[in-house]
Each structure stands twice: as structure tokens, then as C-alpha cells.
């Protein structure tokens, strides 16, 4: 989970050919910066496998976004659980909250 929240989302306009009929201009495109995903990943401690890193000088880094899938339901499931087991605090203190004024 600590490595999702330290990823910034970026956005940058496309370069190279355009293979949808809007304006190179207009073409945004939405990822991670991968060198940013591995320096989450290693603080961490996870091993991601979704990086491509260079191979040689000229090659650059790269993501497998198919790779996130599973860390990221793995996050959800954590967060829905803590989210539960909050839930129940906040009932149970609500109850008591409600008990001591109805004893006022």
C-alpha cells in the first residue's frame, strides 16, 4: 500500500505518430514515471515485476501496467478491512456515546 501512495500520477502530451484522428496538441496521455514506480517498489521493499529497465544505454525504462493489477486489488482488499474494522470502532463508540447521555 505505502508504495501506491508515494506514485504520482503525471500527464504529457504524446510524441511520435498519432494514431487516433485528434491533433498531436490535443493528445494527452495518463502513466507513472518508471523509474518513480521502482524507487517506490524498492523503499518498500516489493519486488514489482511490471518494470522494463533499460537493456543498454540507448533503451529506455518502461511499464507493464498489466502488472499493477494484482498489488492494487491486494491494496483495496487492505484498505476495505481496515475501512470495516473502523466502521465497527466508530459503531461501538457511537453506542457508548449515546449510552452515557441517555444516563445524564
Given at each position: 500500500?505505502?508504495?501506491?501512495?508515494?506514485?504520482?500520477?503525471?500527464?504529457?502530451?504524446?510524441?511520435?505518430?498519432?494514431?487516433?484522428?485528434?491533433?498531436?496538441?490535443?493528445?494527452?496521455?495518463?502513466?507513472?514515471?518508471?523509474?518513480?514506480?521502482?524507487?517506490?517498489?524498492?523503499?518498500?521493499?516489493?519486488?514489482?515485476?511490471?518494470?522494463?529497465?533499460?537493456?543498454?544505454?540507448?533503451?529506455?525504462?518502461?511499464?507493464?501496467?498489466?502488472?499493477f493489477v494484482?498489488?492494487?486489488?491486494?491494496?483495496?482488499?487492505?484498505?476495505?478491512?481496515?475501512?470495516?474494522?473502523?466502521?465497527?470502532?466508530?459503531?461501538?463508540?457511537?453506542?457508548?456515546t449515546h449510552?452515557?447521555?441517555?444516563?445524564?
Amino acid at each position: 500500500m505505502a508504495a501506491c501512495t508515494a506514485l504520482l500520477m503525471v500527464y504529457c502530451k504524446q510524441q511520435g505518430r498519432n494514431p487516433q484522428p485528434l491533433p498531436q496538441e490535443e493528445m494527452v496521455q495518463t502513466g507513472f514515471i518508471a523509474q518513480e514506480v521502482e524507487q517506490a517498489a524498492q523503499q518498500t521493499g516489493y519486488h514489482f515485476s511490471g518494470i522494463d529497465k533499460p537493456k543498454n544505454e540507448n533503451d529506455l525504462y518502461g511499464l507493464r501496467y498489466a502488472e499493477f493489477v494484482v498489488p492494487l486489488v491486494k491494496a483495496v482488499q487492505e484498505q476495505q478491512a481496515l475501512i470495516e474494522k473502523l466502521s465497527k470502532k466508530v459503531e461501538t463508540l457511537e453506542g457508548l456515546t449515546h449510552l452515557l447521555k441517555s444516563k445524564k
